[in-house]
Structures are given as C-alpha cells and as structure tokens.
C-alpha cells in the first residue's frame, strides 16, 4: 500500500535515538524519551493562499527535520508507525552539509 498525504501534510518516519550516552552509559527502553527527529517520506502538492493558488512546501522527501514533541498524528502503514502532520509542526530541516564543513 502506498500513501501520499494531501495539502500541507508530510509523513514522517522518526529517527530512533542512541541507546548509549557519550560516556558509554547504555539508557533502558523504558527511560527513553520519543525522538522528535524524523526523515520525510512523502509530501502533500501545498497548501492553497488566499488567491487560490497552491504554495510548494519547504520540504521535501528524504529531508531530516525536527519536530516538537506532541506533533503529529500515529498511524500504521505496512505494520510501520508513522507519523503524518502539517508543515507548520516541523520546526527546522538538518543539513548534513552544514554540519560536515564545520566538522572539517
């Protein structure tokens, strides 16, 4: 089954966090929190303006971004959860390039 979300909706699969700390210490399932990273799976055409015309959305399918905590609804697609909300929850997009020039 395949799913394409409409108008300013994307669906997102999360990230799942490390399960060690940076000094070594291993964190239990039940002390994780739910990351609120994700990669984009699929995105809607656009939101419509006023006059009528569809806006392209910022984001695209592949991208990593950050989400607030409570965003988004849960659904299952294929036995995988995933989450589908707007494109106003999402709080910024990360760029790997950004962050391999500076560790250069």
Partial sequence: MSF??????IL???????????????????AKEKPSEGEVVAVGTGARNEAGQVQALDIKAGDRILFGKWSGTEIKINGEVLLIMKETDVLGIIEAEAEQRQAA
């Fill in 4 to 9: 394409r979300p409409l108008h300013d909706r």
């Fill in 12 to 30: 997102v699969r999360r990230v799942e966090s490390q399960e060690k700390t940076k000094g070594g210490i291993i964190i239990p399932d039940t």
